[in-house]
Nanobody, 118 residues
């Protein structure tokens, strides 16, 4: 069983930065595809970024258009942790951010709140 715990959310002014972390336990996730999603009030959960493992220890990243150039997804396999560096934050980035891990099943964390004030 995989457990994911997000942290690093908070209140920040527009233009500021935050780094989210997603700590995994229960299994080593180096070969899992992992990602970040977010859900704003009254809206559906949406894709933010993912990091995909390929054979040969190569990872590929992909981003939603709305965050491309501002957010960076990364992972530290030694720490079994996924990160999301968020720069140039905008009020529309306000949401609960969730990480997930995908192998034969999909695992989700409980989410961390990010609030960007204008």
């Amino acid at each position: 069983q995989v457990q994911l715990v997000e942290s690093g959310g908070g209140l920040v002014q527009a233009g500021g930065s935050l780094r989210l972390s997603c700590a995994a336990s229960g299994r080593t996730l180096s070969t899992y595809n992992m990602g970040w999603f977010r859900q704003a009030p009254g809206k559906e959960r949406e894709f933010v970024a993912r990091i995909t493992w390929t054979n040969g220890n190569t990872y590929y990243t992909a981003y939603a258009d709305s965050v491309k150039g501002r957010f960076t997804i990364s992972r530290d396999n030694a720490k079994n942790t996924l990160y999301l560096q968020m720069n140039s934050l905008k009020p529309e980035d306000t949401a609960v951010y969730f990480c997930n891990a995908v192998d034969t099943r999909v695992y989700w964390g409980q989410g961390t709140q990010v609030t960007v004030s204008s």
